[in-house]
């Protein structure tokens, strides 16, 4: 488990040849949200393997569970960054996707999810679903950390399969909570503003 | 000059013999030497770094020790390279020429429909590149000018997709063409079989035999191989490639420095601020001298090297004013800056991509046999 735990981290880095940079934010192991714009499959597995060692043994990527229970490697893949699966086609009321990562993240857990639902390869962010509202709501103790992930839809765009090694950027900025008295809508769009505001600094 | 060192010699020669190093003796003191500079570089840069605040510029002094970070990075990959022999040599530089062209690439806007054509270039023609290097064939000085340059526009018309078509082509192939064809002319030095027209060197020559007089003839020509006391094999290309790197980066700093001291007329102010012709012909001029003072690590006399260094001085201006055009037209100072973090290897070796395939024809035009 750590060998291929350590194989993946180094696919990522080179792959990818990410960088990392906190803004306004160091390194903990507290509860945290991790949200960041999605542009590539690969986003999940990059942001998860450029935390401190430390801090990626606790934490867990929120991911499509018909995408990555596809195949051997995949399932082997997302088991070995403990990704949460969230199944996409059936969101039930008793089962909400929002209970159970409340449920996953136990008392130690932070969760890397991107609220824009799917991969969006256009430059500007897609309106944020709700979830992380829900999230704010429920657990009010969480730090929601905005990340803004550079230059891989360029890595793997949206439809390849091969990834061409490119270098990519990760900027991870100030936490945000949500305020008394904020609107779903408000939040949302001040944690859209949050991860924009991160391309420029 | 070398029979005034070799007075206080004969301790370091022993341990040569019993450690046995691929190179000879004047690259092992081209080496030292250089190891010594970069030490008081360091201690120097160390020194500026506790001072800087009051009367030097901060940004200057900076610069002055990533350089050196960088060249401490470049020797060891160099002095790397001289251990593990020259197809080694030339997977490092291939290494470095990956790197470049990713940098390159990462700051130049490609479209969403140039993935694939983007991925033939960085995973198979960058690695191809370097690979028809080592086996030494001719086909390495055509397979980037020529074939890359007509399926890198082929590729890109197959992905469906004509806005600025000739842009992007172009842009594709002007990276592959800096950062990975012209570099892989400093490793091709390694292969070259170089003759000179100096004596040849009585410290490395094999003892008398009958055997080795037969052969002399055949050996007196050739600069490049020559047998060490146990009769191994040495190829002196590597002490010209080290020669080779050490005068492009020493020029870099020797124009920028030129340019500092007596610079006034800008070459192109809108292109970048910092390169005058005083700092060009002053660089020029002080690397000739080093050359010359070089030259005993090389199969050039000292006039010939210093020429040489010269034309590096010249071809290595070049590629910076290149990059610094690419950068400016990208609005982004150093390739460094782009994305946080990075080394900015393209920022060190632009002289070296373009000095390369020219110091490679003129020592195969003039000096091969």
């Known amino acids: ?201 | 000059m070398l029979n005034l060192f070799h007075q206080f010699l004969w301790a370091f020669v022993d341990v040569k013999r019993v450690l046995n190093l691929p190179f000879d003796e004047p690259t092992a003191w081209l080496i030292a030497t250089v190891m010594l500079l970069l030490i008081l570089a360091s201690a120097a840069g160390k020194l500026l770094d506790g001072t800087s605040e009051q009367r030097l510029n901060t940004a200057i002094v900076r610069s002055f020790n990533q350089r050196i970070r960088s060249w401490w990075l470049m020797s060891a990959v160099l002095i790397a390279g001289l251990f593990i022999g020259e197809h080694g040599t030339v997977v490092l530089f291939g290494l470095i020429g990956f790197w470049a062209l990713r940098e390159f690439i990462t700051m130049t806007p490609t479209r969403r429909s140039d993935h694939r054509t983007l991925f033939w270039v960085l995973v198979v023609f960058t690695p191809l590149q370097f690979f028809l290097v080592a086996i030494q064939g001719e086909l390495f000085l055509i397979a980037i000018p020529i074939y890359a340059s007509l399926f890198i526009p082929a590729r890109i018309a197959m992905a469906n997709d004509a806005k600025r078509f000739l842009e992007r082509s172009a842009k594709i192939q002007i990276g592959l063409l800096i950062c990975v064809y012209a570099l892989s002319f400093a490793p091709a030095i390694l292969y070259l079989d170089l003759g000179s027209n100096k004596q040849p060197n009585v410290e490395i020559d094999a003892p008398v035999t009958i055997e080795s007089a037969a052969n002399e003839a055949a050996q007196r020509t050739s600069w490049s191989h020559v047998k060490d006391s146990d009769g191994n094999d040495i190829n002196r290309n590597k002490g010209l490639l080290f020669f080779f790197v050490l005068i492009t980066q020493l020029n870099d700093v020797l124009q920028y420095a030129w340019g500092k001291l007596l610079g006034k007329n800008i070459i192109a102010p809108r292109i970048n601020t910092s390169r005058t012709w005083e700092g060009v012909i002053g660089g020029a001029a002080t690397s000739a001298l080093l050359g010359a003072l070089f030259s005993w690590v090389t199969p050039f006399l000292f006039w010939q090297a210093a020429i040489m260094a010269i034309v590096i001085s010249f071809m290595g201006f070049a590629g910076g004013m290149t990059m610094s055009a690419i950068k400016r037209d990208r609005g982004v100072k150093d390739y460094g800056t782009l994305v946080q973090g990075h080394a900015g290897i393209l920022d060190r070796i632009d002289s070296l991509c373009f000095a390369a395939p020219v110091f490679y024809h003129l020592t195969k035009v003039f000096f091969a046999i």
């Open chain 1, 1 to 201: 488990m750590q060998l291929t735990s350590t194989l993946l981290v180094a696919t990522a880095k080179i792959i990818s040849g990410y960088t990392i940079r906190w803004v306004d934010c160091l390194p903990d192991t507290c509860q945290r949200i991790y949200f960041a714009n999605h542009t590539s499959h690969l986003d999940a597995l990059v942001l998860w393997a450029s935390l401190p060692r430390e801090i990626r043994e606790l934490t867990r990527p929120v991911a499509a569970k018909d995408y990555w229970e596809k195949g051997w490697l995949r399932r082997h893949i997302a088991k070995t960054f403990n990704a949460l699966l969230i199944d996409r086609n059936e969101v039930k009321v008793h089962q909400s996707p929002i209970d159970l990562m409340i449920r996953e993240m136990k008392d130690c857990y932070s969760l890397i999810i991107f609220p824009e639902g799917r991969r969006n390869p256009a430059e500007e962010m897609i309106k944020f679903k709700s979830g992380l509202f829900y999230l704010a709501k429920k657990r009010p103790d969480l730090e929601l950390v905005p990340v803004y992930l550079d230059n891989m839809s360029r890595v793997l765009p949206r439809g390849e399969i091969l990834p061409v090694p490119l270098l990519s950027h990760i900027t991870i900025g100030a936490p945000i909570w949500l305020e008394k008295g904020e609107t779903k809508h408000q939040f949302l769009d001040r944690a859209r503003t949050a991860i924009i505001n991160l391309k420029d600094c």
